[in-house]
């Protein structure tokens, strides 16, 4: 309920302070309204003469009140809100209601003056009123646009259409104008929509002196999506908190015998409730990890929530893992067919150590998982040792060092392998007291997929070398996959380029000469970045005998390096160039991806001749952003967005 206020700013003043008009234009305005037009407002007439917009207006009109001015969006409008007040009502008066906070309902009112209206909305709602402003015009847009019965209709379990294309947030840059009276759970519950919306993978929450910083992750890079005042920080960290459950974060390290461990949360509120999910996730270094599985609008989401101490307050990072990209088919991660059938046939073996290579945010995870879902979870026993449990694997038994009760990973690892399992995924954690017991496991008969770190296939290997025997290398490692993500042209705005000269020399000097060149002109859909969705660069080596050869005589790195690299087919850089020559992503982030991993010149074995066949790609057959080396078929395989 708004009170009264004798002394409240005439909306003439109001307009002079915000320089929207002249001294002389009031004058005239108030001439007009006194030679005749007394029953007219000032508003309207100064609307009428040209002088104001009707916006203007009543953004002034609302300051006067002490009421927020809004222009409403889809995006602001709780559809479950809307039966607070009947349906002839909303029409009769143009008011809707927004979203509602306990007991106290916020309605968008296109006359903040109306005190009357207010009380009005008060008493048939039966709830407190809070009211924003909005034009009468778009108040009666969005009563059309979000009809009770057609959200009604629609199933919570359908996604809307957009959130998988839409690459630009419906957030607006004024902060205080337009979400500073909301609560602050009001305003992480959209920020959490639109990241989702947006297609981020994380949302990162920096404060700095004056302004809070919030930027997400779309696609491997970062966007600055709002700077809003830093006082914000502190409670938009616990509005997420709140959201995910009120249950205490996890330490960073849970002493041995512990039982303290992460209860993943149903969240409430305007989102969908789903049913409780026990799962145990690992923690990060810092204040703790908080997870939390969701469902917003008819999306399951889990979120991993870290934060730091850091100059200006806490740094909030939140991770969002979408099921239905957490775990792809192999056949989606956008590896040819080649090395693909070739890396099928290592799973198929079911023994020997398998290393998945890559630098952080390359997508291992996401290989790692896929790889679990080509074994057959009902005969084997399938375990993962985890740092973070990213996902819930159906048929996996996961585990992470505090769901072990144990701070050290090594005797984690030694505690499942009493387990006696068929296939072991290792990832994130492959120090040197594991990496010991990960050779032995795959020397005794099992299959131990590994994450590390490594340029590519030849640096993967050498440095686990420098931390195993090389005869028990030797005979435990099968085969060594390096990996990069890439992103893809945008198939929206697609276009044909020509680079300079100089650049195309260096492109055929690293894979052959390319006759097309593509890339993305930005548009809504890629958030005007020209990419769309990630796509894998793949590098597998198979150990042959001679290379067996070579690890168990302890060969000079040198040695290793050429020979790994000689049979790694195709190199990361031919697969590269390949997708570039295929129209998929683009020289400029090939060369930015695969920075400081050593080439190849065109002509050495086993490098494609500069007559290969380019596939073309005219637009992605599978939907916006899926593109990927293509099959046998024809058809690319969907990008890595993970």
Not at 47 to 68: R, S
Not at 426 to 432: A, E
Not at 611 to 640: C, E, K, L, Y
Request: glycine share 10%.
């Amino acid at each position: 309920m708004i009170p009264l206020d004798k002394h409240r700013a005439r909306l003439g003043d109001l307009l002079l302070a915000r320089g929207i008009i002249t001294q002389d234009q009031l004058a005239k305005a108030l001439d007009v309204q006194q030679r005749g037009q007394r029953d007219r407002l000032l508003g309207e007439i100064l609307i009428d003469l040209g002088y104001a917009t009707g916006d203007q207006v009543l953004e002034a009109l609302a300051e006067g009140c002490g009421v927020p001015f809004a222009h409403l969006t889809p995006h602001l409008v709780d559809a479950a809100v809307r039966s607070s007040l009947p349906e002839a009502f909303i029409r009769k008066y143009g008011v809707l209601p927004l979203f509602r906070i306990r007991d106290t309902l916020t309605v968008a009112v296109p006359e903040p003056s109306n005190l009357f209206l207010i009380d009005e909305i008060a008493h048939t709602a039966g709830l407190g009123v809070q009211v924003v402003a909005a034009t009468a015009d778009n108040i009666y847009q969005m009563i059309e646009h979000t009809q009770t019965g057609d959200a009604a209709a629609a199933p919570a379990a359908e996604p809307s259409a957009d959130w998988a294309t839409s690459g630009e947030a419906a957030l607006s840059e004024n902060y205080e104008s337009v979400y500073g009276h909301w609560p602050t759970e009001k305003f992480a519950d959209l920020l959490l929509r639109e990241a989702i919306r947006a297609r981020a993978a994380a949302i990162h929450l920096e404060p700095e002196e004056k302004v809070l910083r919030i930027r997400w992750t779309v696609d491997g890079a970062l966007r600055v999506v709002m700077r809003p005042p830093v006082r914000l920080a502190a409670a938009l960290a616990d509005a997420f908190d709140a959201m995910m459950g009120a249950g205490p974060t996890l330490p960073a390290a849970s002493p041995a015998g512990s039982t303290d461990r992460e209860v993943w949360r149903p969240r409430g509120g305007p989102a969908a409730d789903l049913p409780p999910s026990p799962r145990h996730v690992g923690a990060s270094a810092g204040e703790g990890l908080r997870s939390a599985r969701l469902l917003i609008d008819g999306h399951t989401v889990q979120l991993h929530k870290v934060s730091l101490g850091g100059a200006f307050g806490p740094r909030t990072l939140i991770r969002i893992v979408r099921d239905a990209e957490a775990q792809r088919p192999l056949e989606k991660l956008g590896c040819d067919f080649e090395p693909l059938a070739r890396f099928r046939e290592v799973l198929a073996e079911r023994r020997g150590l398998v290393l998945i290579a890559g630098p952080a945010s390359s997508g291992v995870t996401t290989t790692l998982y896929s790889a679990l879902g080509a074994l057959d979870p009902v005969h084997l026993n399938l375990c993962t040792l985890e740092a973070t449990i990213h996902f819930n694997l159906s048929g996996v038994n996961q585990f992470s060092p505090v769901t072990c009760g144990t701070a050290d990973v090594a005797d984690a690892m030694a505690r499942l392998l009493l387990h006696q399992p068929d296939v072991v995924v290792l990832d994130g954690c492959m120090n040197d007291g594991v990496v010991g017991a990960a050779v032995e496991a795959a020397m005794d008969g099992g299959l131990v997929l590994a994450q590390v770190r490594g340029l590519d296939a030849a640096d993967a290997v050498l440095r686990l070398a420098d931390r195993v025997r090389p005869g028990k290398l030797a005979t435990a490692l099968r085969a060594v996959l390096a990996q990069r993500l890439v992103r893809t042209v945008c198939p929206h705005c697609r276009s044909a380029y020509e680079p300079p000269a100089a650049l195309r020399r260096r492109i055929a000097d690293l894979g052959g000469p390319i006759e097309a060149y593509t890339r993305g002109r930005g548009c809504p859909a890629c958030g005007r970045t020209g990419y769309l969705g990630r796509i894998g660069l793949f590098e597998l080596v198979t150990v042959t005998p001679a290379l067996r050869e070579l690890l168990q005589a302890g060969s000079e790195a040198d040695a290793l390096r050429a020979a790994f690299r000689a049979a790694g087919r195709p190199s990361l850089w031919v697969d590269g160039m390949n997708k570039v020559r295929a129209g998929i992503t683009t020289v400029d982030e090939v060369m930015a991806v695969l920075a400081g991993c050593p080439a190849e010149r065109p002509g050495s074995a086993g490098t494609p001749p500069a007559t290969a066949r380019p596939v073309a790609v005219p637009g992605w057959p599978d939907g916006p952003g899926s593109a990927g080396t293509p099959r046998p078929d024809g058809r690319p395989a969907a990008p890595q967005t993970a």
